[in-house]
């Protein structure tokens, strides 16, 4: 694998430099796509990446743009003869609620996303104003081909199922991978960008992008924009790495995540398996620092926010009041209290992840292990209609209405129907009186990103002075409630009062329902305070704000970091450095060159020369050759510094007869290959390497694909064929336990790029390149050109020597 790094180097020996970078440029974005088709995501140009050196310095009020598959509005067409549309709020969306919930007036809201009725393209222009100027809403039209391709094709037949833990072992078991689907989804992603850009301030907007069905937006936003503040949340599951890295685009999903500045997820499961992820797929690492989360990627930290969305409080407590409510409580209650019916309750949506015929064979087992219990418990299920559309669908239709019937013919009776399923659309004040009047409510999903519905139980269970004369209770009466959920939910962790069970049990679940029923009443009040008091404070307006005030935080150095957009398609990233940084010029760097006559190369191997992931590490005859071209000139002193051995070196790069090599990061050094080796720094008992050496060899006993390097004058662990999970573990012990025996010998423990090194104290890099340059005077060649390049944090050494003039950077040939 040829490296850029040094086929660079030919061009710079030869004084040819790369073309002039193209200006920017500048596009009309269209407000209305009405031409159906595929646009491809392999047609951008880098170079229509905005540069952000120059910050503006134009002050203009937040905004917050939102972002998300379908806008929260609802469209009605007029009924008259009149052509038009209505348009309303859906109160029930949580993009509203989460405005709403925000509560600062001074924050304007922008939405951009579908809507679910399909407009007429002559329609879609004065819609559009509509929406904008009344709403604040910025619709994104999508012909209906394309629109289907996307989310009933890619989004819910692939990215849902997989998300789900669902793998297309066949192909009735969720979608197999199609390509053309995949490229629908990308073109989407693109015209939602395209909207967003006709609405967004980049300096000063935050645009938070909603869900699965937007994964690659951030990579085509941050590309229009390097300094855009963007945060992406995710309300779906985040699956195990061994079962995200069956989909085929999984780098380009995790690279185009990684382009947002703060990612949020429900759970610590969710996040860590997406960090497990980008570890094993991208080899990037994360660190938490004073309780915050972060991955270092091309130098920006894109943050990890962990929080549990929660409901709209004010919303809720508002439908508790209203008379309907009452009514609808009042009538359930002469439906099963006044008959001596106990209800339970579970509320679903029809799909095959919300493990509804796991719950009614529950209920079917509960029935059957304690007989005391028919006749007086009564199971509602409500199943809400299903989101997606298939054979899935149908078939936990069917297995529902089978099972419900063959419980009810089983131990129902006249009067009695242990099972009432309710697979009609209720309104939403209908359901919040079955939370009023159940005694437990029964969440079994078999894998859900949040569900909402215990907290919303909770919240209906404390209800109000007028609710509770309706059930006949005092003021003064404490609240209860009570909780089955699976363990396999987003809301699961956040409620530690309820009885969690593996739904796949039926045992388990059926003695968690028995447990509730017969559950001690002081005790079911005690959870229920538990409860109330956390989904009381953690509503969705604190989940909003808590998640503002991350990106906030992650963003506030923007406008200090100096940006460059690099890399084409889906692979586009930005790499962010500090200010003080300047970016070198290959024309400046060959102008340079070619005006000096006394010039010092400095190269690192590992990482520069030859990429980490080369499996023979020797040079290649392109390496061989562009070296000796370097050598040739004899205004040049070439060095290879590596910590490689200096017999590993030797025998490398004998073809270069005047090539210079810095050996065990400089300890020894030879100036050309008849020249005899030299060491940089005293000759350093090794004795320490019986203490090192054992313990080494044990954590290579115990970590698989690690193994030893024993150098004369260092001894390194290298664990870059192990797990990487397991080996970053494992190498923090060792760099640990190596600090705690070798306290007392001359010799430092460095951890490096999958490796564990000991080597004598003092010895750098810095060495070598300062012997380096101090030859080079003593022999009256006074350096007036240093160049040195690297790919990590050993290299730093390199470039901290006072050179005089010195052209240094940091190169990498990934």
């Not at 348009?87 to 001074?106: A, P, R, V």
């Not at 889906?570 to 290959?586: G, Q, W």
């Amino acid at each position: 694998m040829v490296s850029r790094s040094y086929s660079n180097l030919l061009q710079l020996a030869s004084g040819e430099g790369p073309s002039p970078s193209l200006g920017r440029m500048s596009r009309r974005i269209p407000r209305v796509m009405t031409v159906p088709g595929i646009i491809s995501d392999l047609d951008d140009d880098p170079s229509e990446s905005v540069c952000s050196d120059d910050p503006s310095s134009v002050a203009q009020p937040d905004r917050l743009i939102i972002v998300a598959n379908q806008l929260p509005i609802r469209a009605q067409r007029k009924t008259d003869d009149s052509k038009g549309w209505i348009f309303s709020w859906d109160e029930n969306s949580i993009l509203l609620q989460l405005k709403e919930g925000l509560g600062d007036n001074d924050l304007e809201v922008f939405y951009v996303g579908t809507l679910k009725e399909e407009i007429h393209p002559n329609e879609q222009d004065e819609v559009s104003q509509i929406l904008l100027e009344t709403f604040n809403c910025v619709p994104t039209f999508l012909p209906p081909d394309l629109y289907c391709r996307y989310y009933h094709g890619f989004c819910k037949q692939q990215l849902w199922p997989l998300f789900h833990y669902m793998l297309p072992l066949s192909p009735d078991l969720g979608g197999r991978f199609n390509r053309s689907l995949w490229q629908a989804y990308v073109s989407v992603n693109k015209i939602f960008a395209d909207r967003v850009m006709e609405v967004i301030n980049p300096e000063d907007d935050f645009v938070w992008i909603h869900d699965y069905h937007l994964m690659v937006l951030p990579t085509f936003l941050r590309k229009r924009f390097n300094r855009v503040k963007l945060g992406f949340f995710l309300h779906s599951p985040f699956p195990s790495s061994e079962i995200y890295k069956t989909l085929p685009i999984r780098e380009e999903l995790l690279r185009a995540l990684l382009n947002s500045d703060l990612i949020g997820f429900h759970t610590f499961d969710y996040a860590r398996h997406f960090l497990s992820c980008c570890s094993r797929m991208l080899g990037l690492s994360y660190e938490s620092k004073r309780g915050y989360i972060g991955l270092e990627y091309y130098g920006r930290t894109v943050s990890i926010k962990i929080l549990p969305v929660g409901i709209h409080m004010s919303q809720l407590q508002s439908v508790l009041s209203l008379p309907e409510t009452e009514t609808k409580v009042a009538d359930l209650i002469k439906q099963f209290h006044d008959q001596g019916r106990i209800m339970l309750l579970g509320v679903d949506d029809m799909d095959i992840f919300k493990g509804i015929s796991l719950k009614l064979l529950a209920m079917e087992q509960l029935l059957f292990q304690h007989p005391e219990w028919q006749g007086k418990v009564v199971l509602v299920q409500i199943a809400n209609p299903a989101r997606g559309r298939g054979k899935d669908v149908k078939e936990v239709q069917a297995e529902t209405n089978s099972t419900v019937k063959r419980i009810n013919d089983t131990f129902g009776k006249p009067g009695y129907e242990p099972v009432i399923l309710i697979d009609q659309p209720l309104k939403f004040y209908e359901r919040i009186a079955y939370y009023v009047v159940s005694e437990c409510c029964l969440v079994t999903a078999v894998r859900d990103g949040m569900n909402l519905i215990p907290y919303e139980y909770i919240i209906s269970r404390q209800g109000n002075e007028r609710l509770d004369k309706v059930l006949g209770l005092t003021s003064n009466s404490p609240k209860k409630s009570m909780l089955v959920v699976s363990e396999f939910i987003g809301c699961s962790p956040s409620l530690s009062g309820a009885i969690r069970v593996n739904p796949w049990n039926i045992d388990i679940v059926a003695e968690a329902m028995d447990c509730a029923l017969k559950m001690a009443e002081p005790e079911k009040q005690l959870r229920h305070e538990k409860h109330y008091r956390y989904v009381s404070t953690h509503d969705v307006g604190y989940w909003a704000r808590s998640f503002l005030q991350d990106l906030e935080r992650t963003c506030k150095d923007h406008e200090t970091r100096r940006c460059w957009g690099i890399g084409f398609g889906l692979s586009f990233r930005v790499v962010s450095l500090d200010p003080n940084f300047k970016k070198l010029s290959m024309e400046h760097i060959v102008s340079v060159y070619k005006r000096t006559t006394s010039r010092a190369l400095l190269l690192d191997y590992d990482g520069t020369l030859m990429p980490h992931s080369a499996i023979d590490k020797s040079p290649t005859a392109k390496t061989i050759e562009v070296l000796n071209h370097l050598c040739r000139d004899k205004n040049n002193m070439v060095f290879i510094v590596s910590a490689k051995s200096r017999n590993t070196l030797g025998q490398w790069f004998s073809a270069c007869e005047n090539l210079g090599l810095g050996a065990e990061h400089g300890f020894f050094l030879r100036l050309h290959k008849n020249a005899e080796w030299e060491t940089c720094a005293p000759v350093v008992d090794c004795s320490w390497k019986q203490i090192a050496e054992p313990v080494m060899k044990l954590y290579t006993e115990t970590t698989d694909g690690s193994t030893i390097e024993d150098k004369e004058t260092s001894t390194v662990w290298c664990y870059e064929d192990a797990d990487p999970d397991f080996g970053s573990c494992q190498a923090k012990e060792l760099h640990n336990h190596l600090d705690s025996v070798l306290a007392n010998e001359p010799v430092t423990v460095k951890s490096g790029q999958n490796v564990v090194e000991v080597k004598p104290q003092g010895v750098s890099k810095g060495l070598v390149a300062k012997r380096i340059l101090s030859t080079m005077q003593e022999r009256g060649m006074i350096p007036d050109f240093v160049l040195c390049i690297g790919d990590d944090r050993s290299d730093e050494d390199m470039f901290e020597i006072d050179a005089g003039i010195s052209l240094c950077f940091r190169t990498s040939c990934s």
